[in-house]
């Protein structure tokens, strides 16, 4: 997901026993909610870990709000500020940066963690329109054309099974 659309993520669009995240909205630099990068919704499936993951965070969450008199609700933001409300771009990028730096990756932006993502998926064999489909893409041929190059290997593959 994109920043924006983790930031813009409520709980009514995570669906945790059919471990699924609907991405509907985004939040943007100026703290509105607006429709996907290309107004593309999409779901995107989760693995058990991570749906037990944020199990326990909405657990800690509905409990940490509950304290200061908030009822956490399925408009309640997945990522939220101490008061529950929506969390800038700003905020969240002043907290990575700290975060990056402690955990040894000084040069790492957010977005690349999706980059990776994709190139690791193709590189295990999903094929491109699933992949296309998790990113969000308006289409195939966008995924392909950002994240082919990145696998030299493949090449090699494609010459043994020629072979």
């Not at 471990?19 to 499936?45: L, P």
């Not at 993502?117 to 995924?143: F, M, P, W």
Request: charge should be neutral; charged fraction near 25%; glycine fraction near 6%.
């Amino acid at each position: 997901m994109r920043i924006g659309e983790v930031l813009g993520l409520i709980w009514g669009n995570v669906d945790l026993n059919k471990r699924k995240i609907h991405v509907v909205q985004a939040i943007t630099n100026n703290g509105n909610i607006k429709e996907t990068k290309n107004g593309r919704k999409r779901i995107i499936s989760i693995d058990a870990i991570t749906a037990s993951h944020l199990s326990k965070w909405k657990a800690f969450q509905e409990a940490f709000l509950k304290e200061i008199t908030i009822e956490q609700s399925d408009t309640t933001p997945v990522c939220c500020t101490d008061t529950g409300t929506w969390y800038s771009i700003k905020n969240y990028e002043r907290w990575w940066d700290e975060f990056r730096m402690k955990a040894g990756f000084p040069s790492l932006v957010f977005h690349e963690l999706r980059h990776t993502q994709a190139t690791q998926l193709i590189a295990n064999g999903v094929d491109y329109k699933t992949v296309q489909e998790r990113l969000g893409h308006a289409s195939a041929s966008t995924t392909m054309d950002l994240y082919a190059h990145a696998l030299p290997e493949k090449d090699e593959e494609a010459a043994t099974l020629v072979g």
